[in-house]
């Protein structure tokens, strides 16, 4: 049976979103191709009729993990002002709900300590989609006139990776909550936003 391009553009998502979960979940050296065509229901052999390699699969995957931050980013910010919207990211991201979505969340923590075993083709993937998000930020701070609004964003970006990993490595919640809070109220302090 032959399938139409949509057809097979649509089978090639899915394999995509199994395997993003499966990165984020167990890290991209412990993925099996087996694994996750098992889990988008469709047999080992079809892998081949969408991908060349695992490292085919791994860096797409990748490139899809950060184009749903990247969606995620849009849903913060289209139709606010620069400040609102920076704010509503920035609530998402340090959120307990972001915390606990290891299989939806940024890839940027869930893929930082597997990036010095990863190929060139994963890691390429992996600074493009982060260089577009600290973009994509580094716009809204430069809107509310912060200078050398690149840099800042790249540094606000770090931090509010290095808070949700240590908020997702602390075992007491209370605790994990406080350092989201404490984060989150130091970078709107930082960015001269007022919390809503």
Known sequence: MRYDAEHKLRTRERILREAAKAIRAEGPHRVGVAAVMRQADMTHGGFYAHFDSKEALIAAAIERMFEDSRRQW??????????????????????????????????????????????????????????????????????????????????????LVGALSLARGEPDRERSDALLDASRHHIFQRLKLEHS
């Open 74 to 159: 849009l849903r913060s910010t289209e139709g606010r002002e620069p400040a609102e919207g920076l704010r509503a990211f920035i609530d998402y991201y340090l959120s307990p709900q972001h915390r606990d979505a290891r299989r939806l969340g940024c890839p940027i923590p869930a893929l930082a300590a597997d990036l010095p075993r990863l190929r060139p083709r994963c890691t390429q993937a992996y600074a493009a989609g982060a260089r577009r998000l600290i973009d994509a930020m580094a716009g809204h701070l430069h809107a509310l006139g912060h200078g050398d609004a690149g840099a800042l964003a790249g540094s606000v970006m770090s931090e």
